[in-house]
DNA sequence: CATGGCGAGAAACGAACTAC
DNA sequence: GTAGTTCGTTTCTCGCCATG
């Protein structure tokens, strides 16, 4: 199948919309403390609340203020209070290990909202879902790594092992030692990624017929801001030349967003292309004719291509 | 060898902007 | 004025590396 074949497959089996690979469904294991925590650094606004309204304090603000700091720096990021920060501008990361921020921040708070006691579970598992997307980072690498080791490849972690399989894949490592590092992967394959994005590395190196695959896995929802960045990236891969014969990039790219841009399709030549999302198609399509030996895969193109 | 600190990488949402 | 599009931002998690 050439690219451009295997495209159109992938346009023909769109992502599922619900994909259990990223999904973090379960209750956070550390539910219980955090609860506690919260209800630390609830304790304290309360006591900060009354003394900062008497004189002759100050000694007893700083202490408090600086437990207060301590509870908040390791890990108070659930509590009402951080996202009032969020609501400041700031981010609590930033205000708690600077006394002037975090006195400034919490004086505004007390201010600006009231507080109450209680700490329901559900509140702080909700602002945990909330914020379930941060934890896909390498949820995307996981998954493809899943499906082929559940058709016959094998995970290696040496380019030793790498070379004497036929059917194998390992992981792109950071850090400037290892087989499969930047430099690593330059040493032992000749193809130097990340020149022009400060030395970043792919996902995956996949091995199939003696065919080497360089992947880079993206997962997304939504256009718009950094992903738009994230999609030139991994156009920018389609027109990466390997140099080999048998050395080939692959973009891929799942979640709903996949599904919006694949479906634009080609419209009629006279039909001038408006938006964002039509001009990455077209780009997409304009690579993959331009390096033929470099493939653009969605989750079913993935499983159609190495499977 | 174990542990902690730090930087890189990941995605979603809401506000601002633009075009009609 | 409204609908649609683009831009800007946040913080968690993981792996590397230094340190004890």
Redesign the pocket.
């Known amino acids: 199948m050439t690219n451009l074949e295997i495209f159109e497959f992938c346009k023909s089996k769109p992502e599922k919309h619900f994909d259990q690979f990223y999904f973090f469904v379960d209750k956070d294991k550390n539910l219980a403390e955090h609860i506690e925590k919260i209800k630390r650094i609830k304790e304290k606004l309360i006591t900060l609340k009354e003394i900062l309204k008497r004189s002759n304090t100050e000694k007893l603000a700083e202490q408090i203020f600086e437990d207060l700091s301590i509870e908040l720096i390791n890990g108070g990021?659930y509590s009402e209070f951080?996202c009032f920060?969020?609501a400041c501008?700031?981010?609590?990361?930033?205000v708690s290990r600077n006394k002037k921020l975090l006195r400034e921040l919490t004086e505004l708070y007390l201010q600006k909202r009231e507080i109450i006691e209680i700490v329901p579970a559900e509140w702080v598992q909700a602002i945990i879902d909330k914020?379930a997307?941060?934890?896909?980072?390498?949820s995307?690498e996981d998954k493809l790594s899943k499906i082929l080791l559940q058709n016959g490849f094998s995970g290696t972690k040496t380019i030793k092992d790498f070379i004497e399989a036929n059917k194998t894949f390992a992981d792109f490592?950071?850090?400037?030692?290892?087989d499969f590092s930047p430099v690593g992967v330059y040493k032992n394959f000749g193809v130097k990624f990340g020149k022009k994005t400060?030395?970043?590395?792919l996902?995956l190196i996949i091995k199939k017929d003696g065919q080497i695959y360089f992947l880079e896995a993206?997962?997304?929802?939504?256009?718009?801001?950094?992903?738009?960045k994230?999609i030139i990236e991994i156009i920018n891969l389609l027109n990466f030349k390997t140099g080999k014969e048998n050395h080939h990039t692959v973009s891929f790219l799942d979640?709903i967003y996949s599904n919006a841009l694949l479906s634009i399709g080609v419209g009629s030549r006279s039909r001038k292309l408006?938006?964002?999302?039509q001009k990455q198609y077209v780009d997409v399509i304009k690579s993959l004719k331009n390096n033929p030996g470099n493939f653009w895969l969605n989750t079913a193109g993935f499983e159609k291509f190495f499977l």
């Open positions: 990021s951080a920060a969020n501008d700031t981010s609590i990361n930033k914020g997307s941060r934890r896909k980072g390498k995307g490592t950071g850090g400037e030692s290892g400060q030395g970043k590395k996902d993206k997962h997304l929802k939504v256009g718009g801001g950094v992903q738009d994230q979640g408006k938006n964002k999302i």
